[in-house]
Every structure is written in C-alpha cells, then in structure tokens.
C-alpha cells in the first residue's frame, strides 16, 4: 500500500493513545521519496551542559517509495513513534536503539502483537521492491524487419536527433516498417538511449502493453510531433 499523510496520522493518533499515554503531539509529517529509509523520525539536536542532550522541532518522515503491507506501514510508524517518545521526553539513551529503544519496542510488539524491529533502513531486499527510478521519459522507435523480428531504438529527446535516426532507419534495406513512441513508463527507461548503431531486438508480446499505454510520436524525416 501507498502511504498517505490522512493513514499516517490518523495511526500516529490511534497508536498515541493506546501506547504512550496519548502524550505525544502531532508533529509535522512529511512524505518524502527516500530509497535509503522507509521512516525516520528528525529533530534538532542541541547539546548542553555535562553532554545532555535536548532535542526539539520534531518531524516524521515516511517514504512513499516503497511497496508497504499494511502490518509493515504501522510498524515503521510505531518504531519512529519509540525514537520521538525518548527524543521528546529527553530520555538519554547510549545509542539509537539502545537498551531504551529495545525495552519499549519488546514491550509494545508483546503487548499489542507487533513486529516490529531495530532496523529502519530499508534492506537492500526492500531497495529493489522500491518502486523504480524516477520516470525517465522516452521517445524510441519499434522498428520491424522484414524477416519478421523486431527492434527497439530509444534516442535523445531532442527533434534534430529523432530526424537523424529517422533517416537511418529508413535507409535501411532490411527494415519494413517502424514507429515512434514517447512513454515515461520505466519499462522503457531500461532501453538506453544513443544515436549509436545498435537495437535491441524485443519480444513484441512482451512490449505490446507498455506500447499501448504509450502515445505515439509523429515523424516524417522533417518533423517531428506528439499525436
Ligand atoms: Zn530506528
């Protein structure tokens, strides 16, 4: 599931009141696009006197990058919820999951059920479940040979090259046909993009419905449009 601010903290508030004595305020939450963590609670961290440490202007982050089960959401809510609660409350603990952290956290998955654990960087398992890179747009060709295969061609998104590659294809013997598409579906993003020599040959099958979801770009050798 999607993590969205209304899930976030109407959970924030739920979880306040049934595990830390409703004693926690709101504080802002933001949704950010991390792939190097699925939450983290920050603060402002000031040092005083004899090393104690305060902190204050308190924010929860959750990334929306990743893929949650719904037990897994709440989960990463409630263990950024166990670093505010120490942080907020200026209790000192040794490390960030010192044996503070872990004696509420044991405490909360036996009493309520939960699984949650010391780790809340995502895992390199959990980076490739993350959803993709950001959206690379592409404009390409899928080109059909006479003898029945078929390529793909990505180029820069620039008119003149789209024009040049245009060309080269068409003076070709051995292609029949081609088309140009432009698609920001990340399938394509995995098909570089040159003005060199080299296609990909394709499995038309598996391409036809990205290729569909795609808008196809009109090329004459002179001009080029989106249709
Ligand atoms: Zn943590």
């Known amino acids: 599931m999607q993590p969205t601010e209304e899930y976030i903290r109407e959970h924030f508030d739920f979880y306040n009141r049934t595990m830390f004595g409703g004693t926690l305020p709101v504080p802002p939450i933001h949704l950010t696009n ?3 963590y699925m939450g983290m609670m920050t603060c402002r961290k000031r040092v005083g006197l004899f090393g104690r440490k305060h902190f204050s202007n ?17 989960d990463t809510i409630i263990h950024e919820m166990i670093h505010y609660y120490i942080a907020y409350n200026q209790l000192q603990d040794i490390s960030a999951h010192g044996p503070q952290f872990r004696q509420m956290m044991d405490e ?6 939960r699984h949650i654990t010391v780790t809340h960087r995502s895992s390199r ?8 890179p950001k959206p ?31 060309r080269r294809i068409a003076s070709s013997p051995q292609v029949k046909s081609w088309r140009w598409y432009y698609s920001t579906d990340p399938y394509f993003a995995l098909f570089p993009s040159s003005m060199g020599r080299y296609m990909q040959r394709i499995d038309m099958a598996e391409i036809r419905p990205h290729l569909d979801a795609s808008t196809p770009v009109f090329c004459d050798g002179r001009n ?3 249709q």
């Open 108 to 113: 909360i998955n036996r009493t309520y059920g």
């Open 58 to 74: 308190f924010a929860l982050r959750i990334s929306r990058r990743f893929d949650y089960t719904e037990a897994e959401l709440q």
């Open 125 to 132: 398992e959990e980076r490739l479940r993350a959803i993709g």
């Open 34 to 36: 991390a792939r190097t």
């Open 224 to 226: 080029v449009k989106l």
């Open 136 to 166: 690379r747009p592409r404009i390409f060709a899928i080109v059909e040979m006479h003898d029945g295969q078929h390529f793909i061609k990505a180029v820069p998104r620039i008119g003149q090259r789209i024009i040049a590659m245009h």
